[in-house]
């Protein structure tokens, strides 16, 4: 999907079915390494590959809509990842 229409922002949780967020990250920083990421999670302390190790931010849960839109905004106005 990212391949189709490349989104301003990708925003995963880390526990999906199939792979877990971390791997997501990994996968689109392949072929969009500038991508602005947010993980959301639960999970106090996150297994991070190192290819998802970097220019991302996690989103710890239960979170505000306002916290939300501020790392959204953050995320949209940092310098792309190297």
């Not at 290819?51 to 959204?72: D, M, N, W, Y």
């Amino acid at each position: 999907m990212l391949r189709a229409e490349v989104p301003d922002l990708l925003m995963v949780d880390f526990a999906m079915p199939g792979m877990n967020g971390a791997e997501v990250i990994v996968e689109a920083r392949k072929d969009f390494p500038a991508l602005p990421v947010v993980m959301a999670t639960g999970y106090a302390e996150l297994p991070m590959p190192s290819g998802a190790i970097g220019a991302h931010r996690v989103l710890q849960k239960p979170f505000s809509l306002q916290q939300l839109g501020a790392i959204v905004a953050d995320s949209l106005m940092a310098p792309p990842a190297a």
